[in-house]
């Protein structure tokens, strides 16, 4: 069973710069990828960013193309996620979980992790 735990939000003035990291257990492939995802209230999921396992780069929502940066340790089965220049408009919640492309975009798959919270204040 795959389990996924986000870390490294919290509050940050905008232009700040805050890292999330996500450890994910029990996956048994590297054919895929793992992304990034945030969620406003009253809004649905929406796809941040994503990286595959075995490399080959790193894909963007254009929003935080240039500001944020996905990154993966394999061998401690985590990615990263490093967001400069931060708006008050990234604040959300933010889930990792297994991803795959899906058109222009990535679509997740599987299990969420419970989120963590990234607020940007003026």
């Known amino acids: 069973q795959v389990q996924l735990v986000e870390s490294g939000g919290g509050l940050v003035q905008a232009g700040g710069s805050l890292r999330l990291s996500c450890t994910i257990t029990?996956?048994?492939?590297?054919?895929?990828?793992a992304g990034w995802f945030r969620q406003t209230p009253g809004k649905e999921r929406e796809f941040v960013a994503a990286i595959w396992w075995r490399g080959g780069g790193a894909y963007y929502t254009d929003s935080v193309e240039g500001r944020f940066t996905i990154s993966l340790d394999n061998a401690k089965n985590s990615i990263y996620l490093q967001m400069n220049t931060l708006k008050p408009e990234d604040t959300a919640v933010y889930y990792c979980?297994?991803?795959?492309?899906?058109?222009?975009?990535?679509?997740?798959?599987?299990?969420w992790g419970q989120g963590t919270q990234v607020t940007v204040s003026l």
């Open positions: 979980s297994e991803a795959l492309p899906n058109g222009s975009t990535w679509a997740h798959f599987g299990a």
């Open positions: 029990g996956r048994t492939s590297s054919t895929y990828g």
